[in-house]
């Protein structure tokens, strides 16, 4: 629970969400969208936020959206992780966020916290970015569709008060041979030393990594079709980071190289044998 009085919001829709939002911002509140509450009940407990206001986003049809129409797959920013791990529905994202937490958090923990809490990882994004998904957002104005890795890749930020509803991608990629490795510093659970995603689109490998820079972000496309070693594919990626390599608690720099290496060989390998998942 969050050890003080606070007010609290239910919203039938985005609409009035949004005004909420805005209204309690406009009388010096400091609302917070309201999914899950695993980030925000921690951390108002340690007293790292102090909302005066929660606007709760569960009651929202688009933040439920779940499915496909045929062509798409939705993801509403309400689901639990759990939810989304025994769909099926996209595997790469089932299998990324199956290792988000236990599973105890995974049935609290929703889609959009992961994207927008303040917990650098957010490791349910690696899937989306491979698969082209779109992140629709809602504002005071309108609900707005835009590829997620224009608002999210390499820690991009929302406008305050926006409201992420829901992700859509193409239900093509659910098809792709697809792998996701994590490797955390002790635990099988845990805040990973490196989480890396990859695709093969047709002998291209796309690939997503998390804790390896200060924030989670896709690599350049690149084949792996041809007879070069897996060593000198992974090279060339790291010859194109968008910043330093992380070195923190979890892991140096230099370990945190190694780790991600290893792991980008055995993938590449993997798909060249015919495998996935890793």
Known sequence: MIPYDFDYYLPDTWQE????????KADAKNPLY??????????????????????????????????????????GAA?????????????LLSLATGRIADHTIQ?????????AGTIHYHEALLPL???????????????????????????????????????????RYAAYPYAHIKK?????????????????????????????????????????????PAMDIVRELLADLPEPVLSDTEGSAAYRQFIFEKTAEKIITGFRNGGSHA
């Open 129 to 171: 970015l491979l698969a082209d998904a779109t992140i629709h957002i809602a504002n005071a104005q309108c609900i707005r569709e835009v590829p997620i890795c224009d608002v999210l890749n390499m820690n991009g930020k929302l406008t305050p008060g926006e409201l992420i509803l829901m992700v859509s991608l193409n239900k």
């Open 79 to 91: 689901l639990t992780l759990a939810t989304i791990r025994e769909s099926g529905l996209y595997p």
């Open 34 to 75: 309201y999914g899950g509450g695993t980030e925000i009940i921690s951390m108002a407990r340690v007293g790292s936020v102090r909302p005066n206001a929660v606007i709760d986003i569960k009651k929202i049809p688009e933040c439920q959206s779940f499915g496909t129409d045929g062509t798409k797959l939705f993801f």
């Open 107 to 115: 049935c609290k923990l929703t889609l959009g916290g992961n994207l």
């Open 17 to 24: 969400a949004v005004d909420i939002y805005h209204t309690l």
């Open 184 to 228: 955390t510093k002790a635990e099988k659970i845990g805040y990973p030393l490196v989480s890396v995603a990859a695709l093969n689109v047709g002998g291209t490998l796309r690939l997503a990594a998390s804790a390896l820079c200060s924030f989670p972000f896709r690599f350049k496309d690149c084949s792996f079709a041809d007879a070069r």
